[in-house]
Nanobody
Framework: QVQLVESGGGLVQAGGSLRLSCATS????????MGWFRQAPGKEREFVAA??????YSVDAVKGRFAISRDSARNTLYLHMNSLKPEDTAVYYC??????????????????WGQGTQVTVSS
């Protein structure tokens, strides 16, 4: 069955870095677009970054600080996070995108999700 397992979260000081991983199994990883979302307490799940149709996209709030990448040999998606800010604190989720190249910034465009990994940035 399809599985996505995030790891790499933790507690970090402002200005620090983390690398999140999303290990996948149960499907042909290199045939699917993938994305990262995050959800802070009391807020809706929001788009962070995606790889879709050969291009990468990210929300303005993380541009220049976060980068998404994938390793098809390892069936793993990554989110490289630098210059972290307290407002980046959230549970981070990876998702498998269904359908066309469009809608990469909408949670409804993803058909499978991981369990999430907590990222906490202290000031």
């Amino acid at each position: 069955q399809v599985q996505l397992v995030e790891s790499g979260g933790g507690l970090v000081q402002a200005g620090g870095s983390l690398r999140l991983s999303c290990a996948t199994s149960g499907f042909a990883f290199n045939r699917y677009d993938m994305g990262w979302f995050r959800q802070a307490p009391g807020k809706e799940r929001e788009f962070v970054a995606a790889i879709t149709c050969g291009s990468t996209y990210s929300v303005d709030a993380v541009k220049g600080r976060f980068a998404i990448s994938r390793d098809s040999a390892r069936n793993t998606l990554y989110l490289h996070m630098n210059s972290l800010k307290p407002e980046d604190t959230a549970v981070y989720y990876c998702g498998r995108k269904a359908g066309s190249c469009y809608g990469y910034d909408r949670p409804g465009s993803y058909d499978f999700w991981g369990q999430g990994t907590q990222v906490t940035v202290s000031s």
